[in-house]
């Protein structure tokens, strides 16, 4: 990158996120990077963001997610209760530099969703949250621009009605662009000043929506709002088990193909080449060999509504959890068993029993 245009962007982070750092929390964010740089399985630093899921509900049926495919294996609904938040915010707050609310399930739909977000941008933690905005109410307009919200990630995949619900089946695309537009509004007229929360639309390209990709940038102009091009997660791994991608790899390729043809953009930087990668040997899928770069089991907490932890937002199966938030220190959590035998599957010795039982050991660094 352009070393001006990196400059740029320094400043324009700090002015931005500067308040929410502090030299502790930097020199924890620095040992928790060479914490994975050299693949460490004990971390001597803590989570320097996290995932904390307001409520695993949806009323969403988005046809690549589990949830809205109510795909087996997960775990019950609810929503997280207050105690537990605030049990979690204060365990993590002196080390924590950001939060996303969500994670499986829409979390407009908690009833304390505001006093959350306001708990912790009082705890100095940038707040971030996404939602597919068929859940938002008036009080939700309002209270958004009022909490202190940093964020707001609005989901929509497509510019017509219908490549927007060839994705998001049942939502109302003339709804949707009332919603941006009631939300920039109200943003404009109640934000504290100088710092209105940044709200960003969140483009999935696909097959089918990759011919809008041009028409985006003056879309998101209109509504006076930024938005970010993302690349589709197919989440084959729901339909190809490892048994069938070792036993039966026709069939899995025959799967693949199918997905790779439905949805996958067909030109431009969105394709994830790794979905093509699998086509040629469907044994990729599941290997512990990690061909892609993630960070979470160093970096990222992820605590679902009932205080279980998973290793990263990919994992859906509660038998993949990693251990459960019970009021404990977090720092007992953190480098627990399970999470250190996710770090051990980043190093050279992956062929242990007991590594292969986690998620991560039949992870190519990218839940497919
Ligand atoms: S709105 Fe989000 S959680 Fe709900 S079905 Fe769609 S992608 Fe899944
Ligand atoms: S399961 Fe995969 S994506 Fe998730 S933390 Fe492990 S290696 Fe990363």
């Known amino acids: 990158m352009n070393p001006l245009v990196f400059a740029s962007r320094a400043v324009r982070y700090w002015k931005r996120n500067g308040r929410y750092w502090s030299c502790s929390k930097a020199a924890n964010a620095l040992l928790a990077h060479v914490a994975m740089r050299l693949k460490l399985r004990y971390v001597p630093a803590w989570p320097v963001v996290a995932k904390i ?30 105690e537990l938040y605030c049990r979690l915010i204060e365990g993590v707050k002196s080390t924590l530099h950001a939060i996303d609310l969500t994670n499986w399930g829409e979390s407009l739909l908690h009833p304390r969703i505001m006093e959350m977000i306001r708990y912790a941008h009082e705890a100095r933690i940038y707040t971030y949250l996404s939602t597919n905005m068929h859940t938002v109410r008036p009080e939700h307009v309002e209270g958004l621009a009022r909490s202190g919200l940093d964020e707001l990630s609005l989901s929509l995949h497509g510019l017509s009605q219908e490549t927007y619900a060839a994705y998001q089946p049942g939502f109302d695309f003339a709804q949707a662009c009332e919603t941006i537009g009631q939300l920039v509004a109200a943003s404009e007229r109640l934000g504290p000043t100088g710092k209105m929360m940044k709200i960003k639309l969140n483009f999935v390209v696909t097959a089918v929506n990759e011919h809008e990709v041009s028409a985006l940038p003056d879309f998101a102009k209109r509504y006076g709002v930024e938005y970010l091009l993302s690349e589709p997660s197919l989440n084959l791994r729901f339909e190809v088990s490892p048994e069938m991608a070792l036993r039966r790899p026709n069939r899995a390729r025959e799967i693949i193909a199918e997905a790779v043809e439905t949805w996958l953009p067909r030109k431009g930087r969105y394709d994830r080449p790794l979905y093509r990668r699998v086509l040629d040997d469907p044994r990729l899928m599941f290997s512990p060999k990690k061909v892609v770069t993630c960070d979470w089991p160093w970096m990222k907490l992820v605590v679902n509504w009932d205080g279980r932890a998973t290793i990263c ?56």
């Open 53 to 82: 899921e307001a409520t695993n509900i949806c009323n969403g049926t988005c046809r690549l997610c589990p949830v809205g495919r109510k795909e087996p294996g997960h775990r019950p609904f609810g929503m997280i209760g207050w």
């Open 313 to 368: 937002c990919g994992s859906y199966d509660l038998a993949d959890d990693v251990g459960c938030y019970t009021g404990q220190p977090i720092k007992q959590l953190w480098n627990s068993l399970p999470y250190r035998l996710c770090r051990a599957t980043f190093g050279n010795s992956t062929n242990g029993k007991n590594e292969k039982k986690v998620l991560c050991g039949r992870c190519p660094g990218l839940l497919l």
